[in-house]
């Protein structure tokens, strides 16, 4: 083989390299199966709105401050005066999806249990981890544990709550 015929196969080689290597840079990755790695957790402080099913349509919804820990817990304060604190378990599911179940009691007007509510919660975040939406089944207890009814249906909304800085941060990080 003359030197120029070399030549010019090392460079046909070298460039099919260089196309293999581009082509194995695109198709590494397979965007249409991959599974995102961010908005995978629930972590974190959530304000929520739900609307419980079989509740008045012209019912407010009832809001909820939620606090999904690292560890699976889930701690609820929600903003109506019947209800307890909530106190529960989430897990991870599928791409932006989890399962909750959040444990609370009823009270009557003079502070005592009525009921106990089990609520069974799907949850999709949105892409960009800064909110989400749930269906609910509650399944509505006395106090000794026996299952008086359980209704499916209900929505949610929430919003992923977030550090914010006051207005004097510039002037407070110069203070030594």
């Known amino acids: ?31 249409d199966k991959a599974v995102g790695v961010i908005n995978q957790s629930m972590e974190g402080t959530w304000l929520s709105e739900t609307r419980p099913a079989g509740a008045p349509a012209d019912a407010p919804p ?21 209800q307890g604190e909530g106190h529960g378990l989430w897990l991870r599911v599928g791409d932006r999806k989890f399962l909750a179940t959040l444990f609370f009691f ?19 975040i949105s892409l960009d981890g800064k909110t989400n939406k749930s269906t609910n089944e509650v399944v509505i207890m006395d106090p000794t544990g026996k299952i008086l009814a359980t209704l499916s249906g209900g929505t949610g909304t929430a919003v992923r709550l977030s550090p914010e800085i006051p207005a004097d941060f510039a002037d407070f990080q110069k203070v030594q």
């Open 1 to 31: 083989m003359n030197r120029s015929a070399l030549f010019v196969f090392a460079s046909l080689i070298g460039s099919t390299a260089h196309v293999q290597a581009q082509g194995l840079m695109q198709s590494i990755v397979a965007p």
């Open 62 to 82: 009832i809001l909820n401050f939620s606090t999904y820990h690292p560890d699976g817990n889930v701690v609820l304060s929600p903003s109506n005066g019947n």
């Open 106 to 124: 009823i009270y009557d007007a003079n502070r005592v249990v009525i009921n106990v509510i089990k609520s069974r919660v799907n949850i999709q």
